[in-house]
């Protein structure tokens, strides 16, 4: 998460997201032996992706960074309609 500028507190904070949006991450499960998530939320203005995973002690945050253009845009269509958009 250094390498991306986000801080763990940061990260965690998109779960706080009224409506955070949330998909698997393709392939994740056969190449990492576990389903990663990809979750998208705004904390103090900035919008954020998260991938993590769900272990036995809860929630791991495996990755942080800023969200592109492309995260962004699929963030504002899932406020709009409620889940992803393909």
């Given at each position: 998460m250094r390498k991306?500028?986000?801080s763990f507190h940061?990260?965690?904070r998109v779960f706080?997201?009224?409506l955070y949006p949330e998909d698997d991450v393709p392939g994740?499960?056969?190449e990492?032996?576990?389903v990663?998530?990809?979750t998208i939320g705004v904390f103090e203005g900035?919008?954020?992706l998260v991938i993590s995973t769900e272990t036995e002690k809860g929630t791991r945050i495996i990755s942080a960074r800023p969200?592109?253009?492309y995260d962004v845009r699929r963030y504002e269509q899932a406020r709009r309609k409620g889940p992803w958009p393909d």
């Open positions: 991306h500028g986000v940061d990260a965690v706080d997201d009224d994740s499960l056969a990492h032996g576990e990663r998530v990809r900035h919008v954020l969200a592109t253009r």
